[in-house]
Structures are given as C-alpha cells and as structure tokens.
C-alpha cells in the first residue's frame, strides 16, 4: 500500500517554463489536494477537489491549474513558473471532506525557480 | 478554520511526558480540533483529533478543555523519533485545514 506518492521528488526550473507535479493516491479516497509550504513556515492550501471532475480553489490559487479526471490523480500545472514559487509542493487525500478523516500526505516535491 | 495560537518551540527529555498547549478561543461549537506532526523533510502526519471529550490513541492523548477554548496534546514517552513540529488546528470537516506554524518539539537523548 503505498499511501500518496508524489513525483518528481526534486525540481529545478527556469522563470517562465512550465511543468507538472504529480500525485497519486491507492486508497480511493475522494478527497485530495495540493498545499505548498515555504520555509519555516505553515502550510497554504493551493487547490482541492473532493471527487473526479470538481476541483475548487484554496488560499493561493494563482499561477496553479489542476483537473481530476480520475480517482487516483491529482495533478498541478505550473503555468509560467516564477521565482515566488519556489516552495515544498505537498499533495494530500482523506476518505470524503464532509465526515471527519485524518489527511494522507505525500513526501513532497521541493521545487526551485530560478 | 478557528485560529490558533501554540508556542514556537518546546523541549523534553527522552522518555519524560510531554504536554504541547493550544489555545483556540474562538473556535466554534462544531470545529473539531485536530493534531499533525511534521518529522523533517516529510509531510504532515495525521496525530489525534477530538470536539469536545479527552481522546486516546496510540499515538497521543488529547485532552481538551470543558469551555473548549485550549486543548492539550500529550506525549506519554517522549522519544528522538518524536521530535517534529506538532500542528493543532481547529476545524469543521477534516480536509480543508490551515496549517499555522506549530510548536518545533525538541527531544534531549
């Protein structure tokens, strides 16, 4: 059982290219979303959706696209990346978002803009 | 989500208890409270949650208070693995949760 497993787990990009992050979970939870966390600070939620094909907005939504087209994935678009982005990206599941369910997290991707 | 307030940093002894305070004064009748912890260079992970009565598993114990505004997260055994930073965060359904910047615990061998 491998939880939530985010991919790549290092990324280095220039201003302006763009690129996915990938999450996927194995559990068939509903839920899911995607956080960034900058140093020493908490975590901000970017995006959620909490089932295939309804995604809604977080805190920090600009410069982040995702879809869910399945179950399983969940994945974040950088559209023009930006050294303000530079961040530790965590993806996340629970089982519903209405009933109480302790959050899955991944590992991370630690993503550097420069 | 109702805000919280816990100290910076804490420390403890290995093997000693540990008691990690959150003040949340103005959370509401239905706002659980929940407890992460974050080891280092890992993602949060899923510690305790209650509403209004004292909860155990084996992780934790959460003692919360009767007025509901500060709740304890208690550690029995302190060990190294414990030393993490411990969110508490008080919310309605257990997904949408903002995550403040929690107590760095400390643990001395």
């Known amino acids: 059982n491998a939880g939530v497993t985010q991919t790549p787990k290092f990324q280095v990009l220039k201003t302006g290219q763009s690129m996915t992050l990938q999450c996927a979970q194995d559990?068939?939870?509903?839920?899911m979303s995607w956080y960034r966390q900058d140093p020493g600070m908490g975590l901000r939620l970017i995006h959620y959706?909490?089932?295939?094909?309804?995604?809604d907005q977080g805190e920090v939504p600009n410069g982040y696209n995702v879809s869910r087209s399945t179950t399983e994935d969940f994945p974040l678009r950088l559209l023009s990346a930006a050294p303000s982005q530079t961040s530790v990206y965590f993806c996340?599941?629970?089982?519903?978002?209405?009933?109480?369910?302790?959050?899955?997290f991944g590992n991370g991707t630690r993503l550097t803009v420069t | 989500d109702a805000k919280t307030t816990q100290p910076n940093s804490m420390e403890s002894n290995e093997e000693e208890p540990v008691h990690l305070p959150c003040n949340h004064s103005?959370?509401?009748?239905?706002?659980?409270i929940h407890w992460y912890r974050q080891l280092p260079s890992q993602g949060p992970e899923y510690v305790i949650h209650?509403?209004?009565s004292n909860v155990n598993n084996r992780m934790a114990s959460l003692a919360i208070a009767e007025d509901r505004k500060s709740s304890t997260l208690i550690l029995h055994r302190a060990t190294l693995r414990d030393a993490a930073v411990y969110y508490c965060?008080?919310?309605?359904?257990?997904?949408?949760?903002?995550f403040g910047e929690g107590t760095q615990l400390t643990v001395n061998p």
């Open positions: 103005t959370i509401s009748g239905t706002d659980y």
């Open positions: 996340a599941s629970s089982q519903t978002m209405g009933v109480i369910s302790p959050l899955h």
């Open positions: 559990m068939n939870h509903e839920y």
């Open positions: 965060i008080g919310g309605g359904g257990g997904s949408r949760l903002t």
């Open positions: 959706s909490v089932g295939a094909g309804i995604t």
């Open positions: 209650g509403l209004t």
